[in-house]
């Protein structure tokens, strides 16, 4: 097998559309964790069209809250909303619920 040079092989990656990009860290998000890997080697791939990303570095995991807030709905606000747009209280305060008590939001909801 034939040696090759570092410049020799940079220029293969070139041609392969394969990069290298400088990373100080890289943060993954999912709906309950958070990945996060320093110092990273981040390399770019260039395959049918898409870009693919390969990274290796430490890894660290952090679970992250998504407690949604507990909202108090006034029956006051469950009538109202039940009333403008014509549906039953239930409908209404899950609409409330989902909008975080909002009524304007809750009755545009609703209509839809």
């Known amino acids: 097998m034939r040696k090759v040079s570092s410049k020799q092989l940079k220029k293969m990656m070139k041609q392969m559309g394969v990069k290298e990009i400088p990373a100080l860290q890289v943060t993954i998000k ?10 990273p ?52 305060r899950k609409a409330l619920m989902e909008t975080e008590g909002d009524l304007a939001r809750a009755i545009l909801l609703l209509k839809k």
């Open 41 to 92: 080697q981040v390399v770019e791939m260039k395959v049918a069209g898409q870009r693919v990303y390969q990274i290796s570095g430490t890894t660290e995991e952090k679970t992250t809250e998504t407690e949604k807030k507990q909202v108090e709905i006034p029956e006051a606000d469950v009538m109202l909303v039940a009333q403008q747009a014509g549906v039953t209280p239930e409908e209404a």
């Open 30 to 39: 999912c709906a309950d964790k958070e990945i996060i890997i320093t110092n």
